[in-house]
Structure formats: C-alpha cells, structure tokens
C-alpha cells in the first residue's frame, strides 16, 4: 500500500479552505456524534509556563473516513504587549485513524478561533431564544471577532455591544465588525448596563476573576462562556452558575478547567446540577431551551473533536485543490 504524503498548511492555506459556515456544520456533527456515543471521549493535558500555559488535545472521529488529531498549543495572554505575537500559537497533526500514518501538518490558530466561535454558534442555536436579536461581546480580540461573525450568521442580529478592558481596543472592533458585518456595534465601558440590554452574552478573555455575574442578566439570556480553558481563569460569578441551565461542551474537562471548576470549588453547584453536555442537546437526547426565561449558560473549554472536525475538512480540501506542501516522513 502506497503511503500518502503528508501536508503542511500555513495559516493563508487555511484562512482560503475553511469557511466558518462549513465549520460551524462540521463542529455541530461532531458533537451530535459524541451525543450519540459513537465517539471515544477526547483527551487533554495541560502544562502551565510562567506567563501562559501549553495544552494538548487529541482526537478520534470517522466521518467516512477515520481522523486523529493532537493540537499543541501554547496560550500566552500577554504576548502582543511583551512581544508583538497572537495570544494562541501551535500546530495541528492529523493522521489516519485505521493506521496513524500522518496527514498533514497545520497552523492551528485560525482552527483554533473558528471551531471555538463555531461551537458557540451551535451551542446557541439550542440555548438561546429563537428571536435573540442583540449581544455582547466581552473581550474584543481575533476571538470576539469570530464569535460575533459566526452569531451573525445563526440569527438576525440588530445590535452589538463591545466591551474591553482596553476602550481603544474596543472602539476598533466596532468600527471594523460594524463594516464588515453591516451591523450596529457600539463600544461600550459599562458592562453591566450592555448584558441587561442584551439576548446574548458572549465571554471571550484572559480573565482570571468573575466578570458576569447574576446581577448582569435578564431571564432569558443564553452566556456563552468561552475564555476560561484554563484552571486558573474565570469569568462567571458562581452565583450565577448556580441559577442558570449549565450545558458544557465536555463535563470532566469544565469541571477541570472552566467556570464550572470554579462554582464546584466555591460549593455553588454540585456536578449533578449541570444539565446537559452539548452532544446530548445535539443529538436530540435532552431537550434545549424549555422556557424564554430561563438563563443558559454555555460551559466552553474547546474539545479535541472540534479540531478533529474542522482539520479533516481542511485536509480535503486541500486534497481536492492540491493545496499545501507536501511532506515525506518515509524513511
């Protein structure tokens, strides 16, 4: 049997294969897979460095075709400031899963923010109300960006509200998302004052104390919490946990590393009060949204099958578009 050579895809390769809608339908498969229990539990190992921290996730799907991905990526808040670099760096292999030959090699970060606002995209399709028409985005970087273009693109939205701890970073994201979506979006420096006017709350930051809590939302609002993919960073008031719908992405990994974590350890919720995972709202094995008013919080710490997912799209496609370099590990 011939042995395939492998890809390297570099970050414009990527940007030009995967659309966000095709991710945000590869991620929703992947979790009605996992939902469904065809999927072996994904792994994870953290590392934690001076200033940031490395982690790795690793995965099994077949979607006709059997894919394993490991992504290690390194996760360091303060680079832009120290060093002019993104916040998220790593790669992406991926192999055949019937065999463990390599398939390619890819930057991981453009990956990285698309699955991420593709999972909240799919989370919120289940969790929040049908006619959510306004939002918050706190955190304004590349993954407030994705996040509120993946929004964009699941309901009609009317108006946005940006908020940072940086007000210029802010500023800069409404002008742009404004262009580029034809939407209304308005920095804001009150937080408060944004989530009560909103549906959506969408939490992306390097937080490391609450930033939502139970006196910032509305009955109704869907939360999606996204920032907290790490055990020392939080930014819902466990307070608020423990009045809301919890649905995670993965049960053992929020209870490791996300918001989760931190309202079982402050004594808040037990792990028998988390609803769902979002495979089992996906799969159709537990229902969504029941009410307009209950609030729902969405547990985000990112899974391995969400990479699995978009980089095998991204492997074909390149396949098909003989895109890429290739690369020969025979010996």
């Excluded at 414009?12 to 590869?26: G, N, P, Q, V, Y």
């Excluded at 909103?198 to 609450?210: K, N």
């Amino acid at each position: 049997m011939k042995t395939e050579a492998a890809l390297f895809l570099a970050p414009k390769e990527i940007r030009r294969l995967l659309t966000l809608d095709e991710c945000i339908r590869a991620v929703e498969y992947a979790f009605r897979l996992y939902g469904e229990g065809k999927v072996i539990p994904p792994g994870v190992l953290a590392i934690h460095a001076r200033e940031g921290s490395f982690h790795i996730k690793a995965g099994l799907l077949d979607l006709g075709r059997s894919y394993f991905a490991a992504k290690v990526n390194g996760n360091f808040p303060g680079n832009g400031a120290r060093f002019g670099l993104p916040t998220i760096q790593g790669v992406i292999v991926l192999g055949d899963g019937e065999n463990g030959t390599p398939l390619a090699v890819m930057d991981s970060r453009d990956i990285t923010s698309m699955r991420t606002a593709a999972a909240t995209a799919v989370a919120a399709k289940y969790l929040a109300r049908a006619d959510s028409r306004i939002v918050t985005i706190c955190g304004c970087g590349i993954q407030g960006r994705v996040q509120l273009a993946a929004l964009a693109r699941t309901f009609s939205l009317e108006a946005v509200y940006a908020y940072d701890n940086l007000a210029e970073r802010a500023a800069q994201f409404a002008r742009e998302m404004s262009s580029d979506l034809k939407i209304e979006v308005r920095p804001v420096d009150d937080l408060r004052w944004a989530t009560r006017q909103s549906d959506i709350c969408v939490t992306c930051t390097p937080s490391r104390q609450p930033m939502v809590g139970a006196e910032h939302v509305n009955p109704g609002t869907f939360i999606a919490a996204v920032g907290a993919d790490n055990p020392q960073k939080q930014e819902i008031d466990p307070a608020l946990m423990a009045r809301s719908k919890i649905v995670c992405d993965s049960i053992e990994q929020c209870m490791a590393m996300g918001d989760l974590h931190h309202a079982l350890d402050a004594g808040f919720v037990r792990r028998s009060d988390v609803y769902a995972e979002l495979g089992e709202v996906v799969a159709g094995k537990k229902p969504g949204r029941e009410s307009e008013e209950e609030i729902t919080i969405f547990d985000s710490t990112g899974m391995a099958l969400q990479d699995v997912a978009a980089a095998a799209l991204v492997y074909e496609k390149a396949q098909q578009q003989e895109a890429g370099v290739p690369l020969s590990f025979a010996a």
